[in-house]
């Protein structure tokens, strides 16, 4: 080999862990806690976390069909995967939602350790009342969960809209339909008629 081909075989080689770094570090996209839908999850710290034991991987407020939107004074259902990894039985006991309205919780929600809770099923527990201005979905609402052990767990919360993964959902109550567009005439048409 000539020491022209050593020259950039070794400059690949030393050009490689640099190129390679250029996605690794502390602000890494792979170091950064990843939610592979638009719900939201309990973060402390910077990553996945849990506060006294509790564990949210998903969380979100339903909001209207894509094009719609929820009425001023209207509800939108709480959608909340909770896990209690305290190892003793926990319980969420109320909801606030602070000027974003008020949360209506049907019972309080019993949390056994170690098995995952979902706030939805088989119906919303958890309905976000009185909202005091319409949304679209994209907002986030910041909500404070008042649980009997862990205390008082805080998390922003986004409000998605009935699309995609969440197509399937009961639609929340009072949403106003999405506008349908209506047909103008097209002005190419005008233009052949004055043609013949």
């Known amino acids: 080999m000539t020491s ?20 690794a570090g502390f602000d890494a996209t792979t170091n950064m806690p990843y939610a592979p839908n638009e719900a939201q999850v309990l973060i402390e710290n910077g990553q996945y976390g849990a506060k006294s ?7 979100f407020i339903l909001g209207p069909d894509s094009g719609a939107q929820l009425a001023w004074r209207g ?46 099923k088989p119906s919303p527990q958890l309905v976000l009342e009185a ?9 986030s609402i ?14 922003n919360v986004p409000v998605v809209t009935r699309s995609r993964e969440y197509a399937s959902y009961p639609p929340a109550p009072g949403a106003t ?3 349908t567009p209506t047909p103008t005439p097209s002005p190419t048409g005008e233009a052949e008629e004055e043609a013949h």
């Open 131 to 139: 909202i005091p201005k319409s949304l679209r979905g994209g907002e």
């Open 177 to 179: 339909p999405a506008a």
């Open 53 to 59: 034991g509790i564990h949210i991987p998903q969380a």
């Open 75 to 120: 509800s939108a259902p709480i959608y909340l995967n909770i896990l209690n990894t305290s190892g003793t039985p926990d319980t969420l006991q109320a909801v606030n939602a602070g000027e974003m309205g008020t949360v209506k919780i049907t019972a309080p929600i019993q949390l056994p350790s170690n098995q995952l809770v979902n706030t939805g």
């Open 142 to 155: 910041k909500l404070d969960l008042q649980f009997a052990n862990a205390g008082v767990v805080s998390m």
């Open 4 to 23: 022209r081909r050593w020259i950039v075989v070794a400059a690949a080689f030393l050009a490689a862990p640099v190129l390679a770094g250029c996605g």
